[in-house]
C-alpha cells in the first residue's frame, strides 16, 4: 500500500524569500516520487522525479527535493521565490502500483 | 517530440448527453491514465490504458468508459452526462504501466454540464 499527505493545503511568502512544501509518503516499496505544478486552468508539468539515485534531486525553475528516507519525507524547495511559482504543487508516490496523488498545496507569492 | 494534446479545449453539455474526450498521447508513449478535477480539488484517477486494455479504474462508474488505439491515443466517454460531472479532465501518457513512470500530462478538457 502506499499514501502520500502533503502537509500543507495553503503557504503563503513573500517574493525573494525560501519556498518550503511538505510532503510526507508511506509505501511497502522503495516509492519513486515525483512533484508536479499546476497553473490555473492549465495540466501539470513535472518540476522533478527522486528514483532512488541521489536523495537530493534538481528539478526545473530552480526547485529541488531531498528524499529522507528515515523521515519518509520529500520536502519540495526553492530558495528565492518569484511571483510566476505561484500555482498549485502536488506530490505524488509511485512504484509497482499505480501513483498516489498528494491532495495539493497552494503557493501565494507576495509581491 | 510532440507533447500530450486533448481536444476539445472546452466543452458544453446538457444533462443526461454524452460526451466523448480526446487525448493524444507522446510519442513512444504505450500508456494513458485519464483523471477528473473538480474546482479546487486535486486530480482523481479514473481509468488507465495500456496497450489497448484498460489496467486499472478508480472509483468511477461505469457510465465513464473509454478506448486506446493501436497508435496509443486515447478516448474519454461519459454517457448519461450528471451535474457533478463538470470538471476538467486531463489525460497523462507514460512510458509504461507503474508508477514508477513520469507522467506527461495535456492541457486539459474542461467539462461544464448545466
Known amino acids: 500500500a502506499q499514501s502520500v499527505t502533503q502537509l500543507d493545503s495553503h503557504v503563503s511568502v513573500s517574493e525573494g524569500t525560501p519556498v518550503l512544501l511538505r510532503c510526507n509518503y508511506s509505501s511497502s516499496y522503495s516509492p519513486s516520487l515525483f512533484w508536479y505544478v499546476q497553473h490555473p486552468n492549465k495540466g501539470l508539468q513535472l518540476l522533478l522525479k527522486y528514483t532512488s539515485a541521489a536523495t537530493l534531486v534538481k528539478g526545473i525553475n530552480g526547485f529541488e527535493a531531498e528524499f529522507k528516507k528515515s523521515e519518509t519525507s520529500f520536502h519540495l524547495t526553492k530558495p528565492s521565490a518569484h511571483m510566476s511559482d505561484a500555482a498549485e504543487y502536488f506530490c505524488?508516490?509511485?512504484?509497482?502500483?499505480?501513483?498516489?496523488f498528494g491532495t495539493g498545496t497552494k503557493l501565494q507569492v507576495i509581491p | 517530440e510532440t507533447g500530450v494534446t486533448q481536444s476539445p479545449t472546452h466543452l458544453i453539455k446538457t444533462r443526461g448527453q454524452q460526451v466523448t474526450l480526446r487525448c493524444s498521447s507522446q510519442s513512444g508513449h504505450n500508456t494513458v491514465s485519464w483523471y477528473q478535477q473538480a474546482l479546487g480539488q486535486g486530480p482523481q484517477f479514473i481509468f488507465q490504458?495500456?496497450?489497448?486494455?484498460?489496467?486499472g479504474r478508480g472509483n468511477f462508474p461505469p457510465r465513464f468508459s473509454g478506448l486506446q488505439f493501436p497508435n496509443y491515443s486515447s478516448e474519454l466517454n461519459v454517457n448519461a452526462l450528471e451535474l457533478d460531472d463538470s470538471a476538467l479532465y486531463l489525460c497523462a501518457s507514460s512510458k509504461g504501466d507503474r508508477g514508477y513512470y513520469e507522467q506527461y500530462f495535456g492541457p486539459g478538457t474542461r467539462l461544464t454540464v448545466t
Open positions: 490504458y495500456y496497450r489497448e486494455e484498460e489496467n
Open positions: 505524488i508516490v509511485g512504484g509497482y502500483q499505480k501513483v498516489t
